[in-house]
């Protein structure tokens, strides 16, 4: 490490390696919750069904983010996987 040329190596934030969140959770997956919620609540007229679904999905998807911010992308490729390696 210290046989680096001078100026090649640059500290690197944090914040340009982590996503986009809104309101906690990766902004796909806010806009999806948000726009399905509302038209259970707002389109159906089901607000007891759609603003509780949406407060649980939210709460659901922010714990997931707290723990890993690419909770999103990982579910995804593990969805296209094969499943006959299991054990």
Same mark, same amino acid.
């Not at 806009?31 to 509302?38: E, M, V």
């Given at each position: 490490?210290?046989?680096?040329?001078e100026g090649y190596?640059?500290?690197? %934030? #944090?914040?340009?390696?982590?996503?986009?969140?809104?309101?906690?959770?990766? %902004?796909?997956?806010?806009?999806?919750?948000?726009? #399905?919620?509302?038209a259970i609540a707002?389109?159906?007229?089901?607000?007891?069904?759609?603003?509780?679904?949406?407060?649980?999905?939210?709460?659901?998807?922010?714990w997931a983010a707290?723990?890993?911010?690419?909770?999103?992308? #990982?579910?995804? %490729?593990?969805?296209?996987?094969?499943?006959?390696?299991?054990?």
């Amino acid at each position: 490490m210290d046989d680096l040329p001078e100026g090649y190596s640059a500290p690197l %934030r #944090t914040s340009l390696t982590r996503p986009i969140l809104m309101g906690g959770v990766p %902004r796909g997956f806010a806009i999806l919750n948000a726009t #399905t919620c509302a038209a259970i609540a707002l389109g159906l007229q089901q607000p007891f069904i759609g603003i509780p679904l949406w407060i649980v999905l939210q709460g659901a998807a922010a714990w997931a983010a707290s723990r890993d911010p690419w909770f999103m992308d #990982t579910w995804r %490729r593990h969805l296209a996987k094969p499943h006959y390696f299991a054990v």
